[in-house]
Nanobody
Framework: QVQLVESGGGLVRPGGSLRLSCAAS?????MAWYRQAPGKQRELVGT???????TYADSVKGRFTISRDNGKNTVYLQMNSLKPEDTAVYYC??????????WGQGTQVTVSS
């Protein structure tokens, strides 16, 4: 079964940027980024189809960009204009309409001054 490893998180000031990576151990199709803030349910951040078409939650639209490198089985999440409310653990996985892969460990993003 495909394993997922997220990386690239860290502490950043409001207005800053981070680029997250999700490396898969095997071939992937459509993928998605999710996040889970303390005390909240995991939520969908956005999706990317195999061909590169992406969708985003309203809360991140215009600030976040999902991309992929199919040759490397890797998906990226470019996050700009970060806000404190973006603080969460970020995960990648299949989109909601596909069966989930085992969840990775996620990568912590903290936006704070």
């Amino acid at each position: 079964q495909v394993q997922l490893v997220e990386s690239g998180g860290g502490l950043v000031r409001p207005g800053g940027s981070l680029r997250l990576s999700c490396a898969a151990s095997g071939s992937i199709s459509a993928m998605a980024w999710y996040r889970q803030a303390p005390g909240k349910q995991r939520e969908l951040v956005g999706t990317i189809a195999n061909g590169g078409t992406s969708t985003y939650a309203d809360s991140v639209k215009g600030r976040f960009t999902i991309s992929r490198d199919n040759g490397k089985n890797t998906v990226y999440l470019q996050m700009n204009s970060l806000k404190p409310e973006d603080t969460a653990v970020y995960y990648c996985n299949n989109p909601p309409y596909l069966r989930r892969l085992p969840w990775g460990q996620g990568t912590q993003v903290t936006v704070s001054s």
